[in-house]
């Protein structure tokens, strides 16, 4: 394939296929949950748990008048490390403490360390998550899988998990994690994919004051972070067909409604919008947390779409569609109104615990998500 430029690969006829979407991770439905917690369940018992539950998440998906469909990330326990672990050179071992959510909940006390050369391997399980869903995707449907950014393994590897030596150079990491999920974006679009969403929440985090601190007493340098994660982030996506979107999720924590982190995307705008080639940014939206509207003006005019997250999934609580107007109106101050588009802030569910939330309310959060579309673009 012959070298293009970012300004060329952002001039591509790539774009949201639709006006309404979402995150991805949905309320595991009964089956699933049922599943999780029978003891000694054989895992083809609990695949086909699986399998009619994500049957019902594709119907309450076409209910709710959504055209994009993910599998509610049913078959994973937490949205980032499940597919990290199955990555070669990564485990996931057992950790001292829990990720710091402000709530009386805890995490799985579980973190990834680096045990040797990085690699995507053919027969990562998440190629079949999504072979499955393509082939019960509602004629007319886009089926699409999330899967965590490269700034994942990074940002939840802490300097004392690389127990591979030459990934003691941030460099080389850099390179191999870029590499590593290169070969992923290609491995996903030859089993069919061409919606592909990279949940780069981290991009997000480096916007609170807390974890900038935090990055600082490691000895790394936040915008410096940044620029890196950015980098991967291109490095990874720039090479994909010609057909293939990428979307890209960003958000500051989401577990049982609880958030971990608190700024605006003021610090990683620029970067995220004008450094990579990323087709569809899902941006939090949903509370003050997430800062004011003004970064918008950095995104670039042409076919980038922002999917403004106002619609929050932490509570069932619904948006009134005349303070969803208002927001959108607000937000055409810094961009065109053909530049954006609606989803909810986040998943329902980034763990398999949930949020706390109802099925019917998830459902209804869904549907505002379709009506609002209507009322604004007359499409969903």
Known sequence: MTATSLADRTRSIRSAPFRADHVGSLLRPEVVRRARQTEGITPEALREAEDEGIHQLVALQQAAGLHVFTDGEARRSFWHYDFMGMLNGLEMKTAGESLPFKTAHKTPPITPYLTGPLSFPADHPMLGHFTFLKGITPEGGVPKISIPGPSAIHFRTEPGHIEHAPYRDPEALFHAIAATYRTAVQAFYDVGCRYLQLDDIFFAYLGDQTQRAERRAMGQDPDWLIDRYAWMLEEAIKDRPADMVIGMHMCRGNFRSSHVAEGGYDASADAIFNRTSVDVYFMEYDTERAGGL???????????????????????????????????????????????????????????????????????????????????????
């Not at 019917?360 to 604004?376: G, N, P």
């Open 294 to 380: 003004e970064p918008l003006k950095l995104l670039p005019k042409g076919h980038k779409r922002v999917m403004a997250g106002f619609i929050t999934t932490k509570t069932g609580k619904l948006e009134p569609l005349d303070w969803l107007r208002a927001k959108f109106d607000e937000a055409t101050r810094y961009v065109d109104l053909d530049q954006l588009g609606i989803a909810p802030q986040c998943g329902f569910a980034s763990t398999e615990h949930g949020n706390a939330i109802t099925e019917d309310e998830e459902k209804r959060k869904l549907e505002l998500v379709v009506q609002t579309a209507q009322e604004i673009w007359g499409e969903a």
